[in-house]
């Protein structure tokens, strides 16, 4: 890992969550919509698409929060392409309520609608005869017998979380584990048949992207859910009392966005008890989602140099503190197993200098977004965020999906803060309306190596089209593109940026004239 850069040329991507793919059933999915998606990103000259994690996600809808970290989202598993196996009819899927809009996930009618149907297609697939499904079991026991027990429980026990579980299965007594084996070993079978057919329908996906000369930007967090398989099979991995409850949790200091600062609730990681294995958890982990993906965005990067630890029971962050981490010697673990592998590093926010060395250590790219230059409730160094000074191995955006859009922000700032923004521009005379153009050519015209610019900055979207604001629930990961807005000349104003600046790839696209 250790001093190498991502590519030899310059590139640029595009941020979309298969969430927010157009689809006729409710939430994007790996269906055509997809594959033609990653035609246009051929055809627009881009080399990468960023999505977000894929795993199955729990109550507040954040793919952040996932009841496994090796575990694919049942959401994302095409309909359409059952309906072709002929294990569903269209008619089937058609009496399904999706919600009332077709820009908007409705998470609530997702989950009421889609699990029928997978359990409609998994009684009639015979899939306990199908020689891949057994090749998948066999080959992912190791992560995939613990969750689909723990999935099938959760739903014996009405869906809440292990912690208030029977005390038997709750702490895995081996009796307990056999009984609910045996109780319920189709709901079980049921939950292996879902993964078999995300990973089936995801792989297929991937290589249709890979040979079209697109490769995947895959996201991890560095933490995983309480509510999750991880922490319920593997409680050692964790800073857990003898009883499974959390000692301490994550979260992040007060900042200017934030006066209480972040508490997230997931549990932190006992890096003894990983150092002492020589962290086989983590190469398990990273091992496996190269396979899902061809570059891996590691979420808050800085937790592996000091981490934010916060009391149990904690009603903010206020009371927190900074712990140390595992640092470089994890990576060079990693790399030793692994060999180099493609990460970015999400070092976003306020960063010490002893972040800086772990990122310049790893010889990953780091995140700069182009909105921390110019908004002062940001807590990090603002002229790290000029573009001017992005360094080549950095991955540059205008935001994430954390992240106003653009066009948002742009109405949010302080005229200050916009005056700031227009004199870094050297433009008095572009109206508001059309500045994100301007914004993105800025970053596009940036040293970083990689420019990855969220579709709803390339559509000049305001903040209704925001995909998440953090620390905030009810509201998220709900934006979804329509179909008619992608459109040939969203294409080719796309293509013509990649040109303009560099960042073409020669190797696929079908060049326009510009």
Not at 136 to 165: C, H, I, P, R
Request: charge should be neutral; aromatic fraction near 16%; glycine fraction near 8%.
């Amino acid at each position: 890992m250790g001093g190498k850069k991502m590519g030899q040329n310059r590139k640029c991507g595009v941020l979309l969550p298969i969430s927010s793919l157009p689809s006729k059933y409710g939430i994007g999915c790996f269906d055509k919509k997809a594959y033609e998606f990653v035609d246009a990103l051929k055809e627009a000259g881009q080399s990468y698409w960023q999505i977000l994690p894929l795993g199955p996600t729990s109550y507040g809808d954040s793919p952040y929060q996932s009841f496994s970290t090796f575990a694919g989202n049942p959401y994302f598993i095409s309909l359409k392409a059952l309906v072709e196996e002929g294990v569903l009819t269209k008619e089937d899927c058609d009496k399904v309520s999706w919600g009332r809009r077709a820009d908007s996930v409705d998470y609530e009618k997702i989950y009421k609608g889609r699990y029928k149907l997978l359990r409609k297609a998994y009684e009639n697939s015979n899939i306990s005869e199908n020689p891949d499904y057994q090749k998948f079991v066999a080959e992912n026991s190791w992560w995939l017998s613990d969750y689909a027990l723990f999935m099938a429980v959760k739903d014996q026990f009405g869906g809440v979380e292990w912690t208030k579980w029977a005390e038997d299965i709750r702490l895995r007594w081996a009796n307990a584990m056999d009984y609910y084996r045996r109780e319920l070993y189709f709901d079980i079978e049921f939950q292996q048949y879902m993964q078999f057919k995300f990973y089936e329908q995801w792989m297929k996906l991937k290589k249709y992207a890979n040979e079209k000369g697109i490769q995947i930007i895959g996201d991890i967090p560095i933490y995983v859910a309480m509510d999750s398989a991880d922490t319920w099979a593997h409680p050692e991995l964790f800073q857990l009392d003898e009883e499974n409850v959390p000692v301490a949790v994550a979260g992040c200091p007060p900042d200017g966005f934030s006066a209480t600062g972040q508490l997230w609730g997931n549990p932190l990681y006992c890096w003894d008890y990983h150092r002492n294995t020589g962290y086989q958890w983590w190469i398990s982990r990273l091992s496996y989602v190269f396979r899902l993906y061809d570059v891996v965005r590691i979420d808050h990067f800085r937790g592996f140099d000091e981490y934010f630890s916060i009391p149990y029971g904690a009603e903010n962050a206020i009371s927190g503190h900074w712990e140390k981490g595992p640092g470089i010697d994890l990576f060079r673990k990693v790399e030793q197993a692994l060999g180099w592998k493609q990460v970015i590093a999400e070092d976003l926010g306020y960063v010490t200098d002893s972040v800086r060395q772990l990122v310049h250590d790893s010889g990953f790219p780091g995140m700069k977004v182009l909105e921390f230059a110019f908004d002062s409730r940001d807590s990090g160094c603002a002229n790290d965020y000029l573009p001017h000074n992005y360094p080549e191995n950095s991955v540059a955006y205008t935001g994430t999906h954390d992240n106003e859009t653009i066009a948002g922000w742009w109405k949010s700032i302080t005229a200050k803060e916009r005056k700031l923004a227009r004199d870094y521009l050297c433009d008095s005379c572009t109206p508001d309306k059309d500045l994100y153009k301007c914004f993105i050519s800025l970053v596009m015209r940036s040293s970083a190596k990689l420019c990855v610019i969220p579709m709803q900055d390339y559509m000049g979207l305001d903040n209704s089209s925001r995909m998440n604001q953090p620390s905030t629930v009810g509201k998220n990961w709900k934006w979804r593109i329509l179909k008619r807005e992608l459109t040939v000349k969203l294409q080719k104003e796309i293509h013509g940026i990649a040109l303009r600046y560099g960042r073409m790839n020669w190797s696929v696209c079908e060049v326009y004239s510009v």
